[in-house]
């Protein structure tokens, strides 16, 4: 993706997210310069890849495959390990008419998907195989705001905004926003967006990024290389 692609999908997020009555935390807004100059005192958010997080699952075609991500927090791993602590994250999502969050599951990482606002919001669902693998010919059940819902294979649940569906482990789904964009919220089990997303297909989890221009904000995929 370029980079100036980027920062209008920022923008546009941004002003989509206050649309809505969210605002961002402050360090959302942060420059390079700025986060840089407080890596040391912001080094929990940096840890916990707290951010924006754009992304086309490398496949250059964001608009037909792609995602808006913001984690607005983050636990820890050896936290949930050990059963007490900070366990928990929470994400802000944007999901735009037909674009497609493609086929996954996660290993550890249980969810809650919430249609804040906006259109409506498909999520369509397979079970597993007893391994753990994408299974065509498998259902399950899932809960929707509480109360169990047994899927079919390939069955579309179709969320109003207020609508709410939680996925384990094992659940695999993918979603889209229908008749318009979306806006979502994520609250979950601790968040490992490196390796704790098996997509059904072989496709990447973060964008290639070319540097056409100068980023408005980081990435959390820039941290590695720009907060050094």
Known sequence: MKRSRINEIMAEADEMIRSFGFVLP????????????CAAQAQALIDARCGWDITDYGAGRFDDM??????????????????GGMCYAEKLLISKQDQLSPMHTHVIKAEDIINRGGAMLVV?????????????????TVMCDGIAHRFAPG????????????????????FW??????????VSTVNDDETDNIFRDPIGRFAQIEEDAAPTHLLVSDYPSWLV
């Open 177 to 186: 926003g229908e008749g318009g964009d979306v806006l979502i919220g994520e």
């Open 26 to 37: 402050p360090f959302a807004y942060w420059t390079p310069a700025r986060f840089k100059a």
């Open 124 to 140: 369509e669902l397979f079970g597993s195989d007893p391994d753990g693998n994408f299974d065509e010919t498998a259902g399950g």
């Open 66 to 83: 792609g995602l808006f991500l913001f984690t607005l927090r983050n636990g820890r791993l050896a936290d949930l390990q050990r059963g």
């Open 155 to 174: 069955e579309r649940l179709a969320l109003a905004p207020g609508e709410s569906v939680t996925l384990m482990p094992g659940d695999w789904h993918a």
